[in-house]
C-alpha cells in the first residue's frame, strides 16, 4: 500500500517548498516531490527562484554592479580604480556558492519543522485520479504516495521561439544566461521583459555589447509610463541598445556567431551576436503533471485553472506560483503556498493580488506597486498623480544616486492610493512602504502626512504624495 500523507505538494519552489514547511509547523504529515537536478548532477530544492533564478540572476547582478561601479562611478568619489578586470569563472563560482547554500538551507528547514520534519522525495510526480501521487525517480525506480490533500506547485519554463532554439552555448535560455564563462563581445537578447533587462545590465556592466531586440513599440509596457521613460534614459546612458518593435524571424548558429533577422518600421535588418538570450516570457510547467481523469482543468496555454483560494474545484486539489493565473513571482507564488497550507488546517488564508509588489533589479531599479496611471484611466478610474525626482532628493545625490523618481497614483475623489511607482537606487526596499499603505487602504494624504527620515530615499515617497495635492516641499508644483 502506498505511503498515505496529509499533503504531497508536486513542486520545491518558493511555492512549494513554503508551503511544505507552512504544512508541517501546522502539524500535517506532509511530503515534498521535486524533480530539478542541480549542476552538481545532484537533486536541489528551491525551484526556479533558487536554482536558475531570482537568487542567482540577484549574484550576478551584484558582482556585475561593483564591477561597473569601480571602473565607472567610484572616479567620483575620488577613488581611483586603474586595470580593475572581472574574473568571470570566480563570479559564477561565487553564485553557484550562494545557490548551494539556500538550495542545501531548504533540506534543513525541513527537518526543522516545529518536529514534524517534511519529507523530500526527489523524482517526477504525476497526479492521479483518488489524490494519488505516482513518482519516477532519477534512477528510473517508480513510487506512489496519497494525499489527503494535493497542492500543485509545478512552476514555470522558458517559452522557446521555433527559430531558436535553446541549446544554451550560443542560444540560451535563463540558465544557461546565468552561466557564460566569458565576458560575450556580443550579446543579443530576444525580449525587453524582466530577464532581458536583468540579465542584459550583467553582461552590459562587463563590458558586452548587449541590443536587446522587442517585439512591442512601447518599451516596459507593465510598467508606468513616466517610470518606464526615465528608465529607458537610464539604460540607453548605460549602452544598453534596446530596439522597439523589432520582429525577429530567424536565429542561424553560423560558427561561433547567431545570425538574426528581424524585422521594423525600417524594413528587414540583421544583427549577428556571439550569444543570444531569448527572454521572451515563461509558461506554466504542467507537461506530465496530470494523468487521464483527475478532473484537473488546464487553459490552453497549460495554466492550472483555480478559484481565488487556489483551489482547483477538485476537491482536496489545489494549485498555486507560476503554473496558475497572477504574476509569475517568487513572493507571490509563496505566499500563496503558506495561504493554501492554511486554508487545508482550516484557518483563514488569503493574498491578494493586487498588493503583489513587482521589482526589477537593473540600475535604476524598477518597482511597484497597484495600478498604472494608464490602468486606473483605462477603467474609467478618476485619478490624480504627484510625482517626485530623485534628483531633488540629498541622500540620493550624497550617494551619486540621482536618477528616477516615485509616482504616486491617487483616487481622484477618495484620494485611495491605488499604485505607487519607483524608478531609483534601491527602491526594491522602499516600494513596501505603498504595500503597506494600500493593505490598510491609505489615501495619498495618509502617506504625506508621515514623518520620513532626512535624509532618506523614502522623502521622494513623501514628496510625491505632498505633490499629489500640489504641495510638495522641494520642487515646484
Ligand atoms: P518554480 O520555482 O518553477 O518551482 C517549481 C519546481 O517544481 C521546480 O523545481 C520543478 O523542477 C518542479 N517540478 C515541476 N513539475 C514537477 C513534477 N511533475 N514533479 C516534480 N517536480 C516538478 N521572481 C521574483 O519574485 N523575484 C526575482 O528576482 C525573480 N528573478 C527571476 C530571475 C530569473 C532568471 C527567472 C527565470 C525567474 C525569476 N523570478 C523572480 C520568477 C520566480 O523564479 C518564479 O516566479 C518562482 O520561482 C515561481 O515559484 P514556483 O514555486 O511556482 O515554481
Ligand atoms: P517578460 O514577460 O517579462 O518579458 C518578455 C518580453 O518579451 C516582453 O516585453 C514581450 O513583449 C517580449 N516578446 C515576446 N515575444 C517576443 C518575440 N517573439 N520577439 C521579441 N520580443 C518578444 O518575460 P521574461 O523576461 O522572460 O520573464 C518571465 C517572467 O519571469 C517575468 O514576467 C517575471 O514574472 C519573472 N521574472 C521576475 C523577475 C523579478 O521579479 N525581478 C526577474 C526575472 C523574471
Known sequence: ??????????????????????????????????????????????????????????????????FHNLTHLFKDHGISADNARIDVPAMVARKDKIVKQFTGGITSLFKASKGNPVTAIAGFGTLHPGKVVRIKGHDGKEAEITGKHIILAAGSKPIELPFAKFDNVRILDNAGAL???????????????????????VWRRLGSEVTI????????????????KAAAREFKKQGLDIKL??????????????????????????????KLLVAV???????????????????????IEVDGHCATGVEGVWAIGDCVRGPMLAHKASEEGIAVAELIAGLPGHVNLDTVPWVIY???????????????????IPVKVGTFPFAAIGRAVAMNEPAGLVKVVAHAETDRILGLHLCGANVSEMVHEG????????????????CHAHPTMSEAIHEAALAVDKRAIHKAN
Open 1 to 66: 500500500m502506498s505511503e498515505q500523507f496529509d499533503v504531497v505538494i508536486i513542486g520545491g519552489g518558493p511555492g512549494g517548498y513554503v508551503a511544505a514547511i507552512r504544512a508541517a509547523q501546522l502539524g500535517l504529515k506532509t511530503a515534498c516531490v521535486d524533480a530539478f537536478i542541480g549542476k552538481d548532477g545532484k537533486p536541489a530544492l528551491g525551484g526556479t527562484c533558487l536554482n536558475i533564478g531570482c537568487i542567482p540572476s540577484k549574484a550576478l547582478l551584484d558582482s556585475s554592479r561593483q
Open 179 to 201: 552561466d557564460i564563462s566569458a565576458v560575450p563581445k556580443r550579446l543579443g537578447v530576444i525580449g525587453a521583459g524582466v530577464i532581458g533587462l536583468e540579465l542584459g545590465s
Open 213 to 228: 531586440l522587442e517585439a512591442l513599440p512601447d518599451f516596459l509596457a507593465a510598467a508606468d509610463a513616466d517610470i518606464a
Open 245 to 274: 518593435g523589432a520582429k525577429v524571424s530567424k536565429a542561424e548558429i553560423k560558427g561561433e556567431e547567431v545570425h538574426l533577422t528581424y524585422a521594423d518600421d525600417k524594413g528587414e535588418q540583421s544583427l549577428v551576436v556571439d
Open 281 to 303: 516570457g515563461r509558461r506554466a510547467a504542467t507537461d506530465g503533471l496530470l494523468a487521464e481523469g483527475t478532473g484537473v482543468k488546464l487553459s490552453p496555454r497549460g495554466v
Open 362 to 380: 537593473t540600475e535604476p531599479e524598477i518597482a511597484w506597486v497597484g495600478k498604472t496611471e494608464k490602468e486606473c484611466k483605462d477603467a474609467g
Open 435 to 450: 504595500v503597506v499603505a494600500m493593505e490598510f487602504h491609505g489615501s495619498a494624504e495618509d502617506l504625506a502626512r508621515i
